[in-house]
């Protein structure tokens, strides 16, 4: 089981980004229930082993490119989200205090804290793409315009598999032009 989520979450990274088109220093969010990969009912069944495996999967298609991470952890701890300490500083992101449980925050964020080098948590970030793994609902880290997009891969593990990037917003009126 845990191979193939890896293999899941690889491919979906690979297409999410050749589609977004992200750039070095861009934020890409992660929203994840490991219960709902287990095929549980969402916060039923926290699996710290699902949380570092995917978690680790996207950091290692994420770094090469400069890309960084952000985690989302539950409605617990108000979906706040995990990212590198220097990544708040430079977004201008206010660090709150809280450490994630698995009851409270989820194994993803665990993860997170786990496998980053300097981890803190935020509260809001703005993100320019994202995957959401579970119906954790990602889509209140994601800049404007959020665009859904279609993966050929639908599923991890058994849950339901949601990708987004950003678009800029379209602005002015019937005479404006775009690219």
Known sequence: ???????QVQE???ELLSVA??????LFV???????VQGEHIGKGSNQEIGEVVVEEIMQQL??????LAVQGCEHI????????????????????VIPQL??????????????????EVEF???DAGLDIGDTFIGMHIKHVAVPVRLKIKEVGSAHLTAVRRRPKKIGGERAAYN
């Open 63 to 68: 770094n090469p490119q400069g890309i960084h």
């Open 12 to 14: 979906a990274v690979k």
């Open 30 to 36: 992660l929203g994840m229930s490991s219960s709902e």
């Open 125 to 127: 970030i703005q993100a």
């Open 78 to 97: 108000n979906r706040a989200c995990v990212v590198e300490r220097q990544v708040a500083l430079d977004k201008g992101f206010e660090i709150v205090d």
């Open 21 to 26: 088109q992200l750039n070095e220093d861009d």
């Open 1 to 7: 089981m845990i191979e193939n989520i890896k293999n």
């Open 103 to 120: 009851d409270a925050g989820g194994s993803s964020s665990i993860a997170a804290c786990k496998l980053f080098d300097d981890p803190v």
